[in-house]
Every structure is written in C-alpha cells, then in structure tokens.
C-alpha cells in the first residue's frame, strides 16, 4: 500500500502544536540544534530484506500475517516505512532469497519509493534446493576446492546482481566454524577463508567495498572462522583497501565493549559498515536500544568522535543497516522503535560537549567527564528527531499512523496469513 502525503500532513496537524511547544523548549538548551538537524535529515539506515517478516527460532516461526511474499512487496513494506519516518532510504538484499527477474523493474520501483540498494548479503550458511555441495562443514573455509569453487561463485553472482541495482557493497558473513575440538585445523580453515575471500574481492568492481562480518558463535558452537573483530580485521587488512570490517552489534561474546572496538577500527580506517539490533544473552535479533540504549549511546559516541577525527561524513562513509528478526511483534512496527531509537542515540551523541570531555580527560577528570555523557544521554531529544522527521516530509508519530490506519490489516488482506519473508 502506497501513503498519501495529505494522510501524513493530517496526522501532524493533530499533533503540531504539542510538538512545537517540545521542541522550542529543547534548543533552548542545546547549541547548535540547526546542525544537528540537518544531520539527522541527512542520516538513513538500511533495511534488511530479511527483516520485514516474522523470524523464528530453532523450536519454530510465528507468522504474523501479511508478510511480503516477493521483493516487490519488501521494498513496497520499506517504501512505506520511509515515507512514515523519512530515515530509512534503503533496501539490503538477500541472495538468493531476493533474486530480481526484471531489474528494470525492480529498479524503477525502488525509485517509485523513494529508495536505493545498500549492501548485497551472500548465503552459504544453508543449502539451497539442487545445490550440489552442501555446506554443512563451511563454505570458504571448506576442506573441498568444489565446495570453496561453489561458494566463491556464489559470492561473484551476489555482486553481479548488486551491479545491475547499483549497490556498492557486499556483506558477506559466514557461519563457518567447527562445533567440536580437533575437527578444524585453525590456521587451514583461516587460509582457505582468505584465499576464497581474495577470489571474490578480485570480483568487486573499483568503487565496491566489501564488509567482512565477525561472530564470534552460533551455529559453530566451538569456533568461528570469523570468530571477532581482531579476525575480520586481519582479513580485511590483508584483502586490500577494499575491505572493511563489519560490527554487528549482536555478534559479540557477553559484556564485550563494542564502542572500544568501533573506535579503534576507525582509528584505523577499517570500520565498514554496521548492523544495528540489541542482545541480552547472545546474537537475540532484538529492538535497537531496547536492553542497553546506553551503550547504544556510548557506541554512537566513539563512532562521532572517530568519524570526525577522520573528516568523515556521518551519513555516506559508513553503511548503517538494522539486521534483526524477531518473533513477536509486527516487524515493521519494530523496524519503525529501531530506527527511532538509532537516530536517539545518534542525536544524544551529537549533544556532546567534545571539548569539555577533552579537557576533563587531560585533567583525569573522571567524574567530570561522565557528568558530560550522562548530561547528553539524559536530554530527552526526541523533539529534535521528530523535528527533522517533520521538516522531511515524515511522520511526527511514524507507529502510531501506522496504527490509526491499520496497515498491517490491510496488508493481511492483500497477502494473506501464512507468508514467508525468508527463505528460514
Ligand atoms: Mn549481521
């Protein structure tokens, strides 16, 4: 379904005054809150297509009616989601779960919507029916050249794809790994990982990059060849310029700081991308900043800092996607509380006094310095995102029109109950 843009204009007039009032409040208190604004206008998360339907654990899958049945109706649900909150312009494939048949078309829908293709996401962590060499023990890091052969070719197949709907990267995450002690040799499963990899980073055209995705378990339980950031980066170091590593926030072994991680990948100029989720025990697909927006916060802090050290640009020169599945709620309502919650963090990180923490350092100012980051994560700085959102052409409550129209409801109608957004 297609929103109208007098829907989202009546909406906002319902609730414009309140707003205002909010939001003249806030820049009282905050410096520069035109330039904050026009980053976060700026700033746009990419949507896995693998996130618009219900996901399921290893005891089963929920379906939670008017799941998109084709690429088609994803980038519709994601066309719909950008218009509501104006933050989220991009779509991430899965292949071969969103193989296109007419690219044109695909294209020209995408721009209907307002949106462009971010990274391309290869599989080899299943078997896919009449595949002829099955996975089971790895793919790149394979003990059988044919099993590798198969699984680079099909790396260079997802980029083929990409180039034809102008994306510019390639995410390749692989479950690789051993489940028991003895069953790998370390070093041999590292190697041919890398010689693999090298096969499919001599494939990626000269403005691609590729994202080289850690975990550190799951579904090896004893090793992953990918196992965390210290291994992606020796293999995106090797690689070549192109390469990058990629922090998903759910990936990591328990307590890990991941803000520390971020901060020194970007010191050196091999932090890539990003995959945005929330965990309370392990790689939980949950809502970003629903168990630990703080630590969202404090991530979002060093990737300011380090971004800025750096001259980067906060909205292009990293690729920012949300990569979650989840069981119970209406995904893109939950799509809709995460990128609300990223651009939270985002802007509480844009209130840091950069200087005055400088100094509390150089001080060893330690309480000083943490009044600082809590001072910024304390202001409730929702006004300025729906601000942004407002002077976009967005929503000023993205969850709550998407209720008062009953979106999902028409979408069961048009679709049905029992689909399947994945290929799970
Ligand atoms: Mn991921």
């Keep these: 379904m297609k929103l109208d843009d007098r829907i989202i204009a009546q909406h906002n007039q319902k609730s414009v005054d309140i707003h205002k009032s909010k939001f003249e409040f ?14 976060l206008i700026d700033f746009q998360i990419a949507i ?3 996130a618009l339907g219900n996901g ?31 933050s989220a312009n991009a779509i ?7 193989i296109p048949k007419d690219y044109q078309a695909i294209r020209d829908l995408a721009k209907a919507h307002d949106l462009r293709f971010d990274a391309m996401n290869s599989n080899t962590f299943q078997d896919q029916k009449g595949q002829e060499k099955s996975y089971k023990y790895g793919s790149l890091q394979h003990v059988d050249t044919a099993v590798r052969k198969q699984a680079i070719d099909h790396n260079i197949e997802v980029i083929k794809h990409g180039i034809e709907l102008g994306s510019k990267s390639l995410t390749v995450w692989l479950a690789d790994g051993s489940c028991f002690p003895g069953q790998l040799n370390f070093r041999t499963a590292f190697q041919n990982t890398l010689e693999s990899l090298k096969e499919i980073y001599a494939a990626l055209p000269s403005d691609w990059k590729m ?12 090793s992953t060849t990918v196992g965390d950031w210290g291994q992606s980066l020796l293999y995106a170091s090797k690689l070549g310029p192109k390469a990058y590593t990629l922090v998903d926030l759910g990936h990591h072994l328990p307590n890990a700081n991941i803000e520390q991680i971020v901060s020194l990948l970007l010191m050196e100029g091999k932090l890539g991308g990003f995959h945005f989720n929330d965990s309370k025990y392990g790689d939980d697909d949950l809502t970003a900043g629903s168990i630990k927006p ?25 690729g920012w996607m949300i990569d979650a599945s989840h069981n119970v709620k209406d995904p893109l309502e939950d799509l809709l509380q995460s990128v609300e919650a990223i651009m939270i963090a985002y802007t509480q990180a844009l209130l840091v006094d950069r200087k005055a923490l400088r100094e509390a350092q150089l001080k060893n100012d330690v309480a000083r310095a943490q009044e600082i980051l809590q001072d910024s994560f304390r202001t409730d700085v929702r006004p300025l995102v729906a601000e942004a959102r407002l002077r976009s052409g967005g929503a000023l409550n993205p969850i709550s029109l998407f209720r008062e129209l009953n979106v999902r409801a028409e979408l069961i109608r048009e679709r049905g109950m029992k689909t399947a957004a994945t290929g799970l």
């Design 211 to 222: 994202f080289v995705e850690y975990k550190a378990y799951e579904p090896n339980f004893y």
């Design 92 to 98: 991430s494939l899965h292949i071969p779960w969103d």
């Design 26 to 39: 806030l820049i009282t208190q905050v410096d520069y809150s035109e330039s904050i604004i026009s980053k």
């Design 56 to 86: 399921g654990t290893r005891f089963g899958r929920f379906a939670g009616g008017g799941e998109p049945r084709n690429l088609e109706e994803k980038i519709e649900d994601v066309g719909l989601m950008h218009k509501l909150n104006r």
């Design 48 to 50: 896995p297509s693998w």
């Design 294 to 318: 703080y630590q969202l916060f404090l991530i979002f802090n060093e990737l300011i800092e380090g971004m800025d050290d750096r001259k980067m640009n906060h909205a292009t020169d990293l």
